[in-house]
């Protein structure tokens, strides 16, 4: 059995508690070392492996943790997990974290040598990821990412008329990782201006060009759809706010997106007109 949680004083509740979890003794004192450094963190647990860390995250150590669950929180803030790890893998964590019915934000450290997990670890709700070995600055750009999610998702006091439940939507930092000359690059899910459907792919497009990813339209579709994404086709999803005109064409409605000579013509299928107009004329309240 791995190591226990430390025992820190609790009485300070501002700032993030996160979890790191990483079968090498270096690696872990290292990641928590630069965790510490960071004024966003509050406290970190860690955990040698991904067993260790689910009882952690089901509270058999910590009463903060259990607290937190009881009153409707994610058991910590987020999981700074390695991929690599005898038993179960931080992949495998992934999974598990992903159906938590309040599951803390995932963030994986990998090595060069697991950079094909990384083209298919976006489907498991990776945050974002941080190559090893691990630097200062890289670490900090996570947590100011973990920080941000946080704060948009914990709706502290929700205006009059407006939804009060709006339970762990993405937030516009999300990263998706795709494979370019033999490197990973971080694409923000910010900067796509539309999906297009290739078979069990889809290709993101974005001002400065387009990443072929391994995941299906439809996962992307459900997954966006808080964040403003929509389906005009069955073969694209686009981000609604970039939407500039909504026009008739020879065979049917197209939208444009985007203006100038920049500007994207797609076309938008029958069943989803309707739809696409009302989000247009009446954008939900809430979401994006």
Known sequence: MGKMPDTVSTQDNTGLLVLAVDDEAPGLSEIKFL???SPHIRRVLTAFD???ALRILRGDYEQEVMARTKAGLPPVDAVFADI??????GMDLARVLSAFRYPPALVFVTGVEE???LVTAFDVGALDFINKPINEERVLKAISRVADRVGRTAAPAAPTGQAAQNPAEPTDDEVIPVELGGTIKLVPRASVRYVEAQGDYARLHTQDGSHLVRI??????ERWANAGFVRIHRSYLVALPLVSELRMTANGYAVVIG????AKELPV???HTKELKERIVRPPKSGW
């Open 35 to 37: 965790l510490e450094s």
């Open 259 to 262: 203006t100038g000579e920049g």
């Open 216 to 221: 299906p339209l439809a996962q992307l579709e």
């Open 115 to 117: 950079r094909d997990a």
């Open 84 to 89: 690599n790890m005898p038993g179960l893998s």
């Open 50 to 52: 991904a067993a260790e």
């Open 269 to 271: 299928s029958r069943r």
